[in-house]
């Protein structure tokens, strides 16, 4: 069985540079302060982009890090992508001084479509904590603000560990009131700073995401979760909707896809040294873009063709009636069991209709301890 996104995929997530001034506890990345002299050039970049605008339909493109910041090419490549080959460009940065408001003028000015930045305490001592870096708070609502002022729309990326577990209520109110149009909500996965034992159990994880859900239904942001799946089958449970591929309602064009994503499957990561990966969280190479298009990449790589497919899954993921939106977080099985097509070792549910209905419920009367 194939996939919608065979060809094309929803979302790029380039990875410009692996230089960052935070020591944040779950980096995948494991940045470091310098930038490797091997990164992809501006014109490498430029090629890149090239690529990714003459793709159909059109993906979403986001710069990360590291800190994007770090490259003083930023804003050229920026407007490269907005204005001459009309690419929907995001950013992740750090909040760092690197943040100044003539910075966040300028990357508006090129044509970016949103700004992320990372929020993953709801107090200044938490977050900075997390991160690595104290005043990294401060500086974020700061830049916040500033961001309002230029009519940059605001993305918020939340990482779920067992550091902020018991404050995502606080967290998603300061969302809120922050004015974010989308909450993005990462579950950890073990890689990179990132540790096992930092990550919430299966139980925890189904617990939160019930929890998200009926934050979602009163929002007034979009709400999306990154390296749990599941979630889609939690929503469609909650509904007493069975496990058809139907789309998501979302008025957010821009960090919504249609249909689920998951790694290689709608989602590819491009490294800074150009390596393609099927997500940040899966250190699989299945190419370089140096050597190819990312585009043939994506349709020809062999790990991306068994990924696309579900029927490769093993174990209960193989069986489970959601396994079309769903499918488990490949990043997620291949960090715990050295396999990305075991069954996802942080979901709980049994593929039994019953046996769902009676997590469900049980899940659903636990929500109320997270926060």
């Known amino acids: 069985m194939g996939s919608q996104y065979d060809t094309t995929p929803f979302i790029v997530i380039w990875e410009t540079t692996r230089a960052c001034d935070l020591a944040c506890k779950h980096c995948r ?17 430029f090629r890149l982009i090239d690529d990714i605008a003459e793709m159909r339909p059109q993906p979403n493109f986001v710069l990360t890090g590291g800190d994007p910041m770090k490259r003083p090419d930023l804003v050229e490549i920026i407007r490269y992508a907005a204005k001459e080959r009309q ?7 750090s909040a760092t001084p690197l943040v100044t408001r003539d910075a966040i003028q300028a990357c ?26 104290e005043g ?21 990326n939340t990482t779920v560990s067992r550091y902020n577990q018991t404050s995502l209520a606080e967290i998603g109110a300061l969302v809120e009131h922050l004015g974010a149009v989308l909450w993005s909500v990462f579950f950890l996965v073990p890689v990179g700073r990132g540790k096992a034992a930092d990550a919430l159990d299966a139980l925890e994880t189904e617990e939160v995401l019930h929890w998200l ?29 069975g496990a058809f591929e139907g789309g998501v309602a979302s008025h957010d064009v821009v960090g919504r896809a249609p249909r689920p994503v998951t790694d290689g499957d709608g989602f590819v990561f491009v490294s800074h040294k150009g390596e393609v990966y099927p997500s ?7 190419g370089n ?17 068994l990924l696309r497919d579900r029927s490769n899954l093993r174990g209960k993921c193989r069986y489970c009636e959601f396994r ?38 049980e899940n659903a009367r636990a929500q109320v301890r997270v926060g």
């Open 213 to 241: 859900d009926s934050f979602a239904r009163d929002s007034r942001c979009d709400v999306k979760t990154t390296e749990a799946p599941q979630w889609h089958r939690v929503r469609r449970q909650l509904r007493g909707e």
């Open 280 to 286: 940040g969280f899966l250190p699989v190479v299945v």
């Open 136 to 156: 990294s708070f401060a500086i974020t609502m700061r830049a916040i603000e500033d961001l309002r002022s230029f009519g940059l729309p605001l993305q918020i």
């Open 324 to 361: 079309d939106i769903c499918g488990g977080s490949r990043s997620r099985a291949y960090a715990i069991t050295g396999d990305y097509l075991e069954s996802d070792p942080y979901c709980p549910y049994m593929p039994n209709p019953a046996e769902g209905r009676r997590i469900t419920r």
């Open 87 to 93: 690419v929907r460009i995001s950013i992740t940065p």
């Open 29 to 45: 990345a494991a940045a470091i302060k310098m930038r490797n002299p091997d990164e992809l050039t501006t014109s490498e970049a």
């Open 289 to 305: 873009v140096r050597e190819k298009p990312l585009s043939e990449i994506y349709r020809t790589a062999p790990e991306l063709l």
């Open 108 to 133: 508006a000015e090129a044509g970016l479509s949103r700004w992320a930045f990372s929020i993953d305490g709801a107090t200044a001592q938490a977050h900075d904590d997390f991160r690595g870096q």
